[in-house]
């Protein structure tokens, strides 16, 4: 099963900046995915981060503001940039694998206010 | 795209009841089901899947089943207890990995 570490938890930013998150996991993996969800709502997929490719963005997503890097098999980043207050969300990453042998693991996530 | 529907969104049962939650799904491609529980302020946690080669898979007092032909499937939680008590989210995923999530059902269990 794969485990992942997430950082950071929670920050509070301010609008107009940018925040990186990061999610290492431990065992090597092919894709990695970004999501997004918003207070009492439900996962909307940002992104889907290959090594070695530029990530696949899903509609309404653009890479300008959400910049992905995905340098190696264990890690990834999210930039989420020139934010405002509509950006203040959790973060999760996801990758394939838990300790139940199937099925897909989160990040513990990160909870991001803008103000 | 895929695109996922659930209900209901929110769902209250008496303790020790049965308590159901249905899903549909457009993309008949999809082949993968996963359900998730999600506890506040925590992240979601897989409880149960289901492939598109099997209509039903039961672990403990969680089963899924799976309609195919309808691309409708459903979580059933038997003899319902507190800790029950949680967020819970279909999904749908088919060759390109990525899962797609159902808006979610917030379901009560009642003293």
């Known amino acids: 099963s794969a485990v992942i570490s997430q950082k950071p938890s929670r920050d509070i930013c301010q609008r107009g900046t940018s925040l990186t998150i990061q999610c290492q996991v431990d065992?090597?993996?092919?894709?990695m995915f970004w999501y997004r969800q918003q207070p009492g709502q439900s996962l909307t997929l940002i992104a889907t981060?290959?090594?070695?490719?530029?990530?696949?963005?899903e509609s309404g997503f653009v890479i300008d503001k959400f910049p992905i890097s995905r340098p190696n098999l264990t890690f990834s980043t999210l930039t989420v940039s020139n934010m405002s207050p509509e950006d203040s969300s959790i973060y999760l990453c996801?990758?394939?694998?838990?300790?139940?042998?199937?099925?897909?693991?989160f990040g513990s996530g990160t909870r991001l206010t803008v103000v | 795209g895929e695109n996922v529907e659930q209900h209901p969104s929110t769902l209250s049962v008496q303790e020790g009841d049965s308590a159901v939650i249905k899903c549909t799904y457009s993309?008949?491609?999809?082949?993968?089901f996963p359900w998730y529980k999600q506890e506040l302020g925590k992240r979601p946690q897989l409880i149960i899947d289901?492939?598109?080669?099997?209509g039903e898979k039961k672990d403990q007092r969680i089963a899924v089943t799976l309609n195919k032909t309808a691309k409708h499937f459903s979580l059933h939680i038997t003899e319902t207890q507190p800790e029950d008590s949680a967020v819970y989210f279909c999904?749908?995923?088919?060759?390109?990995?990525?899962?797609?999530f159902g808006k979610g059902t917030r379901l009560h269990i009642l003293p």
């Open positions: 996801s990758v394939e694998g838990t300790s139940r042998g199937f099925g897909y693991t």
């Open positions: 065992s090597q993996v092919t894709m």
């Open positions: 981060a290959n090594q070695g490719s530029e990530a696949t963005y």
């Open positions: 993309d008949s491609a999809s082949n993968y």
């Open positions: 289901i492939r598109s080669n099997v």
């Open positions: 999904a749908a995923s088919h060759r390109d990995d990525k899962i797609i």
